[in-house]
């Protein structure tokens, strides 16, 4: 059984149920918390990190910030944001000041950065959990310059940052084919009888980004630049 859970416990007296009847189960993408199943998905200690990295290298360390608070009450909306924190701690000379809930829709976040904008009058760049598109807008239309973008990887987030003159972008990948990874390991537990030693398994996605960097808080981390027509579709 594969599950991209909506919930991380409320299933899990049925899953403990199913792996007591000797049934492999893989929990995907939005994992669950019973220990009995196997929990695939993406590394989500690295993707904060390596787009807050960035961020402080496009800023020479030094500058004011947006971060996005995400989905109240998501489990993963607060691990992103730490992870960012984390990482821009770091930096003494980068200051948040001032943050947003995006909910992972363009509108919310469009309509917290240009609420955040009002309010302070200079910012030297934006670290979202969404699209960041909506952010760029919001610089667009509140007649601010274009400011350094962290966000995830969505076409329109690529299609933005590659058509905006002087847009810097850097999207992180929780991919598509996280399924066809869990898919994998099914079959090849089933095909073989040999299990993954850990319950966890982690997929690491690669970056999207118009300034790629190497980084050092996880080097070898794989770059890919956006482009028109290779990793950005306007049609």
Known sequence: ILIDAASAEALNPTIKKACDAGIVVISFDQVVSEPCAYALESDWTRIPAVLAEWMASQL???????VDRGLAGAPISAQLEKGYLDVLAKYPGIEVIGNYNGEYALGP??????????????????LTQGYGSGAIKA????????????????NVAATTCAQTEGAKCILGSNPAYLSSEAIKLAVDILDTGKKPAERSVSVKGDFVTTDPFESKLYPGTKMIKIAIGESAFPD
Do not use: C, M
């Open 60 to 66: 020479n360390g030094k500058g004011k910030v947006f």
């Open 109 to 126: 976040e469009q309509a917290g950065v240009a609420a955040l904008l009002a309010a302070h009058p200079e910012v030297d760049g934006i």
């Open 139 to 154: 610089l667009q239309d509140a007649g601010r310059k274009v400011v350094p973008v962290t966000a995830f990887s969505y």
